[in-house]
C-alpha cells in the first residue's frame, strides 16, 4: 500500500476546503465508505489499521507504534472521521495534536482527503501559531469538526472562558510523535490537557502515534492517563534501512573531535546527485550553515536545486523549501531536526548524516524521512567528522539491526508546569480545589503528587507562596465563592501571551534595513557583535549593522564572512544505546572483528591506540596514566556520554581529593575524561572500585560541583514556565539581561527567606538529571563498581586521549591558535613516533 498523507488538490490546501471535482459517495455505512476510498487509491488497510477502526469503535484508547510512513495516520483518524459523519453533530470532534506546527498543513491536507465520500458538512482547519487572525477570529465563533494544533496552542484554547462547552463534545483525541513530547515539560503540559479533556467529555478515546518507542507500554499509559488501561498496536511492516558510510581516504592516527567534517565536503559533494532528492542533516544550525554555504561553493551550478533549512530560518523561507522538495524544484537540502517530523515528503529518496547521530531513534527519524512509504527502503548515507566516528557509526549500524532504541519516560512532577497550568485552568471556566487534584493526579506525571505539593503549588498562584505575599503581581489566581478564577484582565493577557514550557535564550528578530525577515538569531550571540562585523545567516552572507528593540539590523556582505551563529544548547550528547553498542563495538575490534567498513577504515587509529595502549574491552574499563610538560594525567574511559562524564567527572576529583590533596583540570567528552594535575598523584593507588560506590552519591555530586549556581541558571527556566517571570508584552520585550537580573533576585529571595521553596528544589533536581544525568550516571557507577580496571601507563596521550587534551586547551584558545596548537601536538608526537621506530 503506497503511503497514506499524500497530497490534496489545489483547493485543499485552504483551510478547510474541499476538492474541486465532485466524487462519487458509495453506499454504506462512514467506515465501508472510507474503506471504498482506500480501495479507489489502489490501497488495502494494513491490519493494524483495520484494529485500530475496531479499537476506537469499542471505546478503547492507547497507541499505535508502526514504523514511519505506514499509515498510522488514517488508522487513528478513519474510526474518529466515520463516528462524526454517522453522529451528525456540529462543532468540535476530532483533536489532533502535533509537536511540530510546520508539519500541521500537511496534516491538514491528509485529513481532508477522506471527506469527499462522506456525508455531512465536516471541516478541518489548524490552529497553531501560524493560523492568520481572519481564522482564529472565525474559530471564537464555532471551531470546525476535526481541529489540528499543537500543546502550546491548545493550552490557550483551555485558557478560554467558555473551554468546557466547547470541548464538550469531543469524541477523539489524537497525538502524533508521540516520543517527541514524552519525557519533556512539552509532553507534560500534554498530559495535564489531557486529563482536562477527559474532565469535559468524559467518552473521550486518545491516541498516541509514534514510530521510534521502546517502553511502548509506559509510553501508552502516559497518553491516557493512569485510570485508563491502553491498547498498543504495533506491525510488522518491513520498512528495510540500507545503512551506508561515506569513508575518507585515509584518517588521522590522532584524531581531533572538534572539527565539521569538512574534509569529507568534496566527498559527499560528488557522492551527491540532484537527479535524488535528499536530506542532509547535521546536529547543529552552525553546522547546516557552514555545510550549505561549503556545497554552494563546491558546486555553484546547484544553486537553485540546493536549499538551506533550520528552525531560527524565516517561516516563508522553510515552507518555501517544503514546497519545493515536493513539487521537485529543492533536490537537496541541507537541514538539521526540523525536518525530523511529520512532514509527507514523498520524493525524498536518500538520507545523510553528517557526524554521529548521538542516537538510534534519532537514526531510525531521520532514516524514515527516505522513501516515505509502507515497503520503501529507507537510505541512510553516515558521513565521519573525525575518525572516530567511524567507531559510532559501525556502532549505530549494529544497533539499528538489533532494534535498541532508547526509552523514553514521562518527568516527575514538575510543579512549574503545573503552576501554569493552574491559571490555565482558573482563566477558562475556573475550578475548586478537591475537582481540580483528582484531575491532576489522572496526568501519569503527577500521580504521585502529594497533597503537601498540590496546596503549596496553588498558594504558589494564588499569591506567591509565603515570600511573595506582599507584591500584588504576583496574586494571578483568586478564589470567589469556592472556585478559583483569574479576576485581572492585564493578569489573563500576560499568561496567554506567556503559555507554554519551551525555554531558551531570548531570541531577536533579524531584519534587512527595509524589514525583510531574514529569521531569528539569539540575543546573547548577536548582542557580542559590533557594527561592520560579518557572519553566515540562511545562507546569506550578512554585515550586522544595528541592534535596536530586539531587532537586528543586517545588510549584505561584501566581504567574506568572518564567523557563524552559534546556537545554545547544541551539543547533543549520545544515549545510553549508542553508548552500549559503541562498546561492544571496541570489544569485537579489541577482539580482532574489523570486519565492518567503518573498523576497517579507522583500524589505522585503533591499531595506534592498541599498540601505545589498548583498545576497550567490554566489562572492563580503560584507564590510562601518563606524565606530560602539562603534568601527570589520567584519562578514563567509561563510554557513557558527554553528560555523564560531567557529572562522573567531578564526583570522582571530589573522591580523589579526599584521599589526597590536589588541584585536577578536567575534560569531558562522549568518550571519556581527562584528570590533571600539576603534581604527581597516585592515581594507580586510589583507582579502586571503592571509588565509584552509590552511597551518598548526590550529597557528594552537592558538594563536587558549584550546584549553587547551576540551579540559579536553571531557576530562570522553573520561573518563566511557573509565571513567576514574564518576558514582556509585544514591543516591549525584556532583554535576556533583565529576565536574568530578575530571576536571580527572586532565586536569592527564596534562599534566604524561604530556602524549602519546593522551585529551588525542582530547580536542583533538573541540574541533576538534565546536567549530569543521574540516573544514567547512577547506572554507570554500578556498572564500574563492577567491573575490572585495566590501568596502562603511556608514554604520551593516546588517540582516544587527544580529542579530550583538545577539549581541554580549546577552553583558554582561540580557533586559529587552537589550530596551530593541535598541528604542532601532531608533529611533535610524529617525531616522537619516528625516532623510536
Known amino acids: 500500500m503506497p503511503s497514506t498523507r499524500r497530497k490534496g488538490t489545489s483547493r485543499a490546501k485552504k483551510r478547510g476546503a474541499r476538492p474541486l471535482v465532485s466524487v462519487p459517495k458509495p453506499e454504506g455505512k462512514p467506515l465501508d465508505r472510507l474503506r471504498a476510498w482506500f480501495r479507489e487509491r489502489g490501497w488495502t488497510p494494513y491490519p493494524f489499521q483495520e484494529h485500530a477502526w475496531e479499537a476506537y469503535s469499542r471505546g478503547e484508547s492507547g497507541l499505535i507504534h508502526v514504523p514511519t510512513g505506514a499509515g498510522k495516520t488514517y488508522a487513528a483518524y478513519m474510526g474518529p472521521l466515520a463516528d462524526v459523519a454517522e453522529g451528525g453533530r456540529k462543532g468540535l470532534q476530532i483533536l489532533y495534536v502535533t509537536p511540530l506546527r510546520a508539519v500541521s498543513r500537511d496534516i491538514e491536507l491528509a485529513l481532508n482527503e477522506p471527506l469527499a465520500v462522506l456525508d455531512g458538512d465536516i471541516s478541518v482547519e489548524s490552529r497553531t501559531g501560524d493560523t492568520s487572525s481572519s481564522v482564529r477570529q472565525r474559530q471564537r465563533e464555532r471551531l470546525p469538526e476535526v481541529l489540528i494544533t499543537t500543546p502550546e496552542s491548545l493550552s490557550l484554547l483551555l485558557a478560554g472562558e467558555q473551554a468546557s462547552e466547547r470541548f464538550a463534545g469531543l469524541r477523539a483525541i489524537i497525538v502524533d510523535e508521540w516520543h517527541?513530547?514524552?519525557?519533556?515539560?512539552?509532553?507534560?503540559?500534554?498530559?495535564?490537557?489531557?486529563?482536562?479533556?477527559?474532565?469535559?467529555?468524559?467518552?473521550?478515546?486518545?491516541?498516541?502515534?509514534?514510530?521510534?518507542?521502546?517502553?511502548?507500554?509506559?509510553?501508552?499509559?502516559?497518553?491516557?492517563?493512569?485510570?485508563?488501561?491502553?491498547?498498543?498496536?504495533?506491525?510488522?511492516?518491513?520498512?528495510?534501512?540500507?545503512?551506508?558510510?561515506?569513508?575518507?581516504?585515509?584518517?588521522?592516527?590522532?584524531?581531533?573531535?572538534?572539527?565539521?567534517?569538512?574534509?569529507?565536503?568534496?566527498?559527499?559533494?560528488?557522492?551527491?546527485?540532484?537527479?535524488?532528492?535528499?536530506?542532509?542533516?547535521?546536529?547543529?544550525?552552525?553546522?547546516?550553515?557552514?555545510?550549505?554555504?561549503?556545497?554552494?561553493?563546491?558546486?555553484?551550478?546547484?544553486?537553485?536545486?540546493?536549499?538551506?533549512?533550520?528552525?531560527?530560518?524565516?517561516?516563508?523561507?522553510?515552507?518555501?523549501?517544503?514546497?519545493?522538495?515536493?513539487?521537485?524544484?529543492?533536490?537537496?537540502?541541507?537541514?538539521?531536526?526540523?525536518?525530523?517530523?511529520?512532514?509527507?515528503?514523498?520524493?525524498?529518496?536518500?538520507?545523510?548524516?553528517?557526524?554521529?547521530?548521538?542516537?538510534?531513534?534519532?537514526?531510525?527519524?531521520?532514516?524514515?524521512?527516505?522513501?516515505?512509504?509502507?515497503?520503501?527502503?529507507?537510505?541512510?548515507?553516515?558521513?565521519?567528522?573525525?575518525?572516530?566516528?567511524?567507531?559510532?557509526?559501525?556502532?549505530?549500524?549494529?544497533?539499528?539491526?538489533?532494534?535498541?532504541?532508547?526509552?523514553?519516560?514521562?518527568?516527575?512532577?514538575?510543579?512549574?508546569?503545573?503552576?501554569?497550568?493552574?491559571?490555565?485552568?482558573?482563566?477558562?471556566?475556573?475550578?475548586?480545589?478537591?475537582?481540580?487534584?483528582?484531575?491532576?493526579?489522572?496526568?501519569?506525571?503527577?500521580?504521585?503528587?502529594?497533597?503537601?505539593?498540590?496546596?503549596?503549588?496553588?498558594?504558589?498562584?494564588?499569591?506567591?507562596?509565603?515570600?511573595?505575599?506582599?507584591?500584588?503581581?504576583?496574586?494571578?489566581?483568586?478564589?470567589?465563592?469556592?472556585?478559583?478564577?483569574?479576576?485581572?484582565?492585564?493578569?489573563?493577557?500576560?499568561?496567554?501571551?506567556?503559555?507554554?514550557?519551551?525555554?531558551?535564550?531570548?531570541?531577536?528578530?533579524?531584519?534587512?534595513?527595509?524589514?525583510?525577515?531574514?529569521?531569528?538569531?539569539?540575543?546573547?550571540?548577536?548582542?557580542?557583535?559590533?557594527?561592520?562585523?560579518?557572519?553566515?545567516?540562511?545562507?546569506?552572507?550578512?554585515?550586522?549593522?544595528?541592534?535596536?528593540?530586539?531587532?537586528?539590523?543586517?545588510?549584505?556582505?561584501?566581504?567574506?564572512?568572518?564567523?557563524?551563529?552559534?546556537?545554545?544548547?547544541?551539543?547533543?550528547?549520545?544515549?545510553?544505546?549508542?553508548?552500549?553498542?559503541?562498546?561492544?563495538?571496541?570489544?569485537?575490534?579489541?577482539?580482532?572483528?574489523?570486519?565492518?567498513?567503518?573498523?576497517?577504515?579507522?583500524?589505522?587509529?585503533?591499531?595506534?591506540?592498541?599498540?601505545?595502549?589498548?583498545?576497550?574491552a567490554e566489562g572492563t574499563c580503560l584507564a590510562e596514566e601518563c606524565e606530560t610538560r602539562d603534568g601527570y594525567h589520567l584519562f578514563l574511559y567509561p563510554f557513557e556520554g558527554r553528560l555523564v562524564h560531567e557529572g562522573l567527572a567531578a564526583l570522582l576529583a571530589l573522591r580523589f581529593t579526599r584521599l589526597r590533596k590536589a588541584t585536577f583540570s578536567l575534560s569531558v567528552n562522549d568518550y571519556g575524561i581527562e584528570f590533571l594535575s600539576p603534581d604527581f598523584f597516585p592515581y594507580e593507588e586510589v583507582l579502586r572500585p571503592a571509588l565509584f560506590t552509590r552511597e551518598h552519591l548526590v550529597e557528594d555530586i552537592l558538594e563536587s560541583v558549584n550546584l549553587s549556581e547551576l540551579a540559579r541558571r536553571q531557576f530562570r527556566d522553573v520561573a518563566r514556565v511557573a509565571g513567576l517571570i514574564l518576558p514582556g508584552l509585544p514591543g516591549a520585550r525584556k532583554s535576556t539581561r533583565q529576565v536574568q537580573a530578575s530571576a536571580s533576585l527572586l532565586y536569592d529571595v527564596f534562599l534566604k527567606y524561604d530556602p524549602e521553596n519546593l522551585l529551588l528544589t525542582q530547580a536542583r533536581r533538573e541540574v541533576l538529571e538534565q546536567q549530569f544525568e543521574q540516573n544514567r550516571l547512577t547506572a554507570t557507577l554500578e556498572r564500574l563498581e563492577r567491573s575490572p580496571l585495566e590501568l596502562v601507563h603511556v608514554r604520551r596521550p593516546t588517540p582516544l586521549a587527544f580529542p579530550l587534551v583538545v577539549e581541554r586547551i580549546s577552553a583558554s584558545l582561540s580557533n586559529e591558535s587552537l589550530l596551530d596548537r593541535v598541528q604542532r601536538l601532531k608533529e611533535r608526537w610524529q617525531r616522537e613516533d619516528a625516532r623510536s621506530a
Open 180 to 616: 517527541e513530547l514524552l519525557s519533556t515539560k512539552r509532553g507534560t503540559q500534554m498530559e495535564l490537557a489531557l486529563a482536562r479533556l477527559r474532565r469535559f467529555a468524559p467518552t473521550v478515546r486518545t491516541w498516541a502515534l509514534s514510530a521510534t518507542l521502546a517502553n511502548l507500554d509506559q509510553a501508552a499509559r502516559a497518553v491516557v492517563g493512569p485510570l485508563t488501561t491502553p491498547t498498543v498496536l504495533s506491525a510488522d511492516i518491513e520498512r528495510p534501512i540500507e545503512v551506508s558510510t561515506l569513508l575518507p581516504d585515509s584518517v588521522d592516527s590522532f584524531p581531533w573531535a572538534g572539527h565539521l567534517g569538512f574534509a569529507m565536503l568534496e566527498k559527499v559533494a560528488a557522492w551527491l546527485d540532484p537527479a535524488r532528492s535528499t536530506l542532509l542533516f547535521t546536529n547543529t544550525r552552525s553546522q547546516a550553515e557552514r555545510w550549505f554555504e561549503g556545497l554552494r561553493f563546491a558546486r555553484p551550478e546547484w544553486e537553485q536545486q540546493l536549499a538551506l533549512h533550520h528552525g531560527s530560518i524565516d517561516r516563508e523561507e522553510r515552507e518555501r523549501v517544503e514546497g519545493g522538495l515536493k513539487d521537485g524544484s529543492v533536490r537537496i537540502v541541507v537541514c538539521t531536526s526540523s525536518l525530523d517530523l511529520g512532514v509527507d515528503f514523498g520524493p525524498v529518496e536518500r538520507v545523510v548524516q553528517v557526524g554521529s547521530p548521538k542516537g538510534i531513534g534519532r537514526s531510525l527519524q531521520r532514516a524514515g524521512r527516505s522513501g516515505h512509504r509502507p515497503g520503501a527502503t529507507c537510505h541512510l548515507l553516515f558521513v565521519p567528522t573525525h575518525a572516530l566516528e567511524l567507531v559510532e557509526m559501525a556502532a549505530a549500524r549494529e544497533a539499528l539491526q538489533r532494534g535498541e532504541v532508547e526509552s523514553r519516560l514521562p518527568l516527575s512532577k514538575p510543579l512549574d508546569v503545573l503552576a501554569q497550568h493552574l491559571v490555565t485552568c482558573a482563566m477558562g471556566g475556573g475550578f475548586t480545589r478537591e475537582a481540580m487534584r483528582a484531575e491532576v493526579r489522572e496526568a501519569t506525571s503527577y500521580q504521585g503528587l502529594t497533597d503537601e505539593e498540590f496546596e503549596w503549588t496553588l498558594a504558589l498562584v494564588r499569591e506567591g507562596g509565603p515570600t511573595l505575599k506582599a507584591y500584588p503581581e504576583f496574586r494571578r489566581v483568586v478564589e470567589h465563592e469556592g472556585r478559583f478564577v483569574v479576576a485581572d484582565a492585564r493578569i489573563a493577557r500576560m499568561h496567554k501571551l506567556n503559555i507554554g514550557t519551551i525555554t531558551s535564550d531570548a531570541t531577536v528578530q533579524l531584519r534587512y534595513w527595509n524589514g525583510a525577515r531574514l529569521g531569528s538569531i539569539e540575543e546573547s550571540y548577536i548582542s557580542r557583535m559590533r557594527p561592520g562585523e560579518t557572519f553566515l545567516f540562511a545562507g546569506k552572507r550578512l554585515e550586522f549593522s544595528r541592534f535596536k528593540d530586539m531587532t537586528a539590523y543586517v545588510k549584505p556582505a561584501k566581504t567574506k564572512p568572518t564567523q557563524t551563529p552559534r546556537w545554545m544548547g547544541s551539543r547533543l550528547a549520545i544515549s545510553g544505546s549508542l553508548a552500549a553498542a559503541v562498546r561492544r563495538t571496541l570489544n569485537g575490534a579489541r577482539q580482532g572483528d574489523v570486519t565492518a567498513e567503518e573498523l576497517a577504515a579507522a583500524w589505522p587509529v585503533l591499531d595506534t591506540q592498541a599498540k601505545l595502549s589498548r583498545i576497550p
